[in-house]
């Protein structure tokens, strides 16, 4: 599938989203091992613990770039959405330059109502924020586009990292 923007894409730049689009999968070895810190995280959140939900992530992320062989991402966890005209936003990936880290910045709580978002779509921002890592340092894209294989990548995520039949989670 090709959204809308593909057409003002150069050539370049089409050939990469199309190589993004084809890659549906990341594999995550012993995603398991993962999911009592995910369903940690999924409890702190409720409890409005910032500091705590930001050394979750951490170690989250930390597990994860360790086991794919990527370099880490530095997680910073803040209280309420930034909004825009084009909306709230929920996470940033900002890729390593020189000597800084790479980091994921997320916020924990909506712009205009002040709750806590939601776990699942907390947890499916980290992730989306971790694909786009994942496109520079392990698969080696020059872009991070949104295609429908990068949020396969994204999803293929949260399956590993969320076990079935918890209700909350």
């Known amino acids: ?3 809308d923007y593909y057409k003002r894409l150069t050539a370049s730049e089409r050939w990469v989203y199309r190589k ?3 890659i549906t999968s990341v594999r995550l070895s012993k995603a398991t091992e993962l999911h009592p810190l995910v369903e940690k995280l999924d409890k702190v959140l409720t409890k409005e613990k910032r500091e705590e939900i930001e050394v979750l992530c951490q170690k989250i992320v930390s597990h994860m770039t360790a086991r794919l062989k990527a370099p880490d991402i530095r997680v910073k966890v803040l ?3 930034p909004t825009k005209s084009y909306g709230e936003l929920h996470g940033l990936y900002v890729p390593s330059e020189g000597q ?3 980091t994921i910045t997320l916020w924990m709580r909506t712009a205009q109502k002040r709750k806590v978002v939601a776990f699942r779509t907390f947890l499916r921002t980290l992730l989306h924020e971790i694909c786009h890592h994942l496109d520079y340092e392990l698969l080696g ?3 991070s586009f949104h295609t429908e294989g990068f ?3 994204e999803s293929s995520l949260f399956h590993q990292l969320v ?3 918890i209700k909350r989670v």
């Open 151 to 153: 949020y396969k990548r």
């Open 20 to 22: 993004s689009d084809e």
């Open 100 to 102: 800084t880290p790479a």
């Open 79 to 81: 209280a309420v959405r």
């Open 1 to 3: 599938m090709v959204f």
């Open 163 to 165: 076990r079935k039949g």
């Open 141 to 143: 894209l020059p872009y």
